[in-house]
């Protein structure tokens, strides 16, 4: 059984870092891609930044130049670097790891909130 793991998250003000992360304990076969998701209260779940296991990345434009996504295999773990975050940053964010068979595996949530 797989589990994922997340890690990181909190409260910060305007303008501040954070880096969460996110570790699938159990075997996840054929590893496509990680990537992380937010849902803001009343909005639907959005893509927040994905990268394959080719290592290529994808980000919304609302976090290009702030957000960098990172994997480390050997650790089965994922991590997101949140700098200069905004009050509109704030959400839930949930990892999410896919293989090739097109299987889902996602996290718990993990809260940010931005926040002076």
């Known amino acids: 059984q797989v589990q994922l793991v997340e890690s990181g998250g909190g409260l910060v003000q305007p303008g501040g870092p954070l880096r969460p992360s996110c570790t699938a304990f159990?075997?996840?076969?054929?590893?496509?891609?990680m990537g992380w998701y937010r849902q803001a209260p009343g909005k639907q779940r959005e893509l927040v930044e994905s990268i394959t296991s080719s290592k290529n990345t994808n980000y919304a434009d609302s976090v290009k130049g702030r957000f960098t996504i990172s994997k480390y295999n050997a650790k089965n773990t994922v991590g997101m670097q949140m700098n200069n975050l905004k009050p509109e940053d704030t959400a839930v964010y949930y990892c999410d790891f896919r293989t090739f068979l097109s299987q889902s595996y996602w996290g718990q949530g993990t809260q940010v909130t931005v926040s002076s």
């Open positions: 159990g075997t996840i076969s054929t590893l496509y891609s």
